[in-house]
């Protein structure tokens, strides 16, 4: 392959970077911000692995002007943030918290200010915690309310934002969060997680409607986590327990927004949404996406176990060490971003794809005041590599986000992984750009 180059990539290709409000944050109560799910989960005992919360982060409420300065310096064009909604509307719904939305106005302006275009998320995770009193995701009130939390957000950002996207990865906050437990809320229940499955579609639909009636020139997506997995082995048992995966994984958040219903067929443990679904929902389900974003980390290499999903998760790369593995122990697979992309291009439902995340976690040390980090560096180069391959094969994508900018907390991790082009000195909140920030720097400005 020859050298890779930014132009390659088309000149009206998106470089991004991409970050969320409770990761780097911080000012947990601060200005009337309501608590959020996170809040309430991190302060319970051993919920996160180093006993860290998101109570300060990196400060970001406060220091926002300088990281988009960063943004802007390392040369990317866009900046990829999510909204909190506690700290707009702190008890879920009907009070608006004014200062909560003039923090993310004042944001909006930082990036416009410096040329770096605003992509905003509406929802990275941090439920109101008066939501998830009334039964979170699992009540399908939640569908409205969640609609009128767009609504408020629109009416004050509208008129400078203009890529928005409704969710980060329900597949991760549905499944992690309500069937394994180990994200907030921290419930593990069967029935719980699906209603929230159904309920997270429902309220994808109807936040798209909201912005398109609200907004003359949205540009409206969404993100999805696509995890292409592997069974090791053969047999029908193995296909069978592959494609239950990959329709739990990849396709019961993707396809009901498309038109193709539940991937109930493959996946037998999603039967029982059978029970949350209403007469008129098939349609009310229905977005016509401008884009979609494809969020890829690693693949899955999974063994038939009888609960295959739940046990295999952290452990898949056990009997794979020839592959390169990062420190939250994931494999490091290129090729898998490029069958990820293409998976999504081939249900022929979106013109436009975007990688909205990508990047990876690898122990950093600070060396006088730098940070070698070649293995990130190399890491992006070969997963750049792969976006040029798709495109080269003709699926649309127009942009790539890194995960992330700075270190941050790295939810039920805690600040262990560091997935940032640039360091963050956690107890000064001093920045210190990595070499592999360097190398966008040098990249970008070509
Ligand atoms: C996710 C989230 C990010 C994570 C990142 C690294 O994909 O889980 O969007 O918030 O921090 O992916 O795990």
């Not at 302060?43 to 802007?72: E, I, M, Q, W």
């Not at 009128?148 to 934002?161: F, H, I, K, S, T």
């Not at 994508?397 to 890194?402: A, E, K, L, R, S």
Request: net charge neutral.
């Amino acid at each position: 392959m020859t050298q890779l180059a930014r132009g390659q990539f088309g000149d009206e290709f998106t470089w991004g970077v991409a970050h969320a409000a409770y990761q780097v944050e911080g000012a947990w109560d601060a200005d009337g911000k309501g608590p959020s799910i996170w809040d309430t989960f991190t302060h319970r005992p051993r919920t996160v692995r180093d006993r860290s919360n998101g109570d300060v982060a990196c400060d970001f409420y406060h220091r926002y002007a300088g990281d988009t300065a960063l943004v802007k310096r390392l040369g990317f064009g866009a900046q990829r943030f999510s909204i909190s909604w506690p700290r707009v509307l702190p008890d879920g719904t009907g009070r608006v918290n004014r200062a909560g939305l003039d923090f993310y106005s004042r944001v909006v302006d930082a990036c416009l200010e410096r040329g770096v275009e605003p992509w905003v998320t509406l929802y990275h995770w941090d439920l109101p915690e008066a939501l998830q009193r009334r039964g979170g995701w699992a009540n399908r009130d939640i569908v409205d309310w969640f609609g009128e939390y767009v609504g408020v957000v629109a009416d004050a950002l509208g008129d400078r934002v203009r890529h928005w996207m409704i969710f980060n990865e329900p597949c991760s906050f549905t499944l992690v969060g309500h069937l394994a437990g180990q994200h907030a809320p921290g419930v593990r229940s069967l029935r719980k997680f699906l209603a929230a499955v159904h309920h997270v579609n429902l309220a994808q639909a109807a936040g798209a409607r909201v912005l398109r009636d609200s907004l003359d020139d949205a540009d409206v997506g969404t993100t999805h986590i696509v995890t292409p997995s592997r069974m090791l082995g053969t047999t029908r048992r193995h296909q069978r327990a592959a494609r239950s995966l990959d329709a739990l994984l990849n396709r019961a958040h993707l396809e009901p927004n498309f038109g193709l219903g539940y991937p109930i067929a493959d996946c037998p443990l999603l039967r029982g949404i059978r029970r949350y679904q209403r007469d008129g929902d098939d349609k009310a389900v229905l977005v016509d996406w401008d884009f979609i974003g494809v969020q890829y980390y690693t693949r899955l290499l999974v063994h038939p176990l009888p609960v295959p999903l739940l046990h295999a998760l952290p452990r898949y790369g056990r009997d794979f060490r020839r592959y390169e593995i990062t420190a939250t122990g994931w494999e490091v697979q290129p090729d898998g971003l490029h069958e990820a992309l293409t998976k999504v291009h081939a249900y022929g439902k979106v013109s436009r794809i975007y990688v909205t995340e990508n990047g990876a976690a690898f122990p950093d040390h600070l060396v006088g005041d730098r940070i070698h980090d070649d293995r990130r560096t190399a890491f992006y180069r070969d997963h750049l590599e792969q976006v040029r391959r798709a495109q080269s094969d003709g699926v649309p994508v127009h942009g790539y986000f890194c995960w992330s900018l700075l270190d941050n907390f790295e939810w039920a991790e805690g600040f262990g992984p560091r997935f940032g082009l640039v360091y963050t000195e956690f107890a000064t909140q001093r920045r210190i750009i990595k070499d592999s920030g360097r190398w966008f720097q040098e990249f970008l400005a070509a």
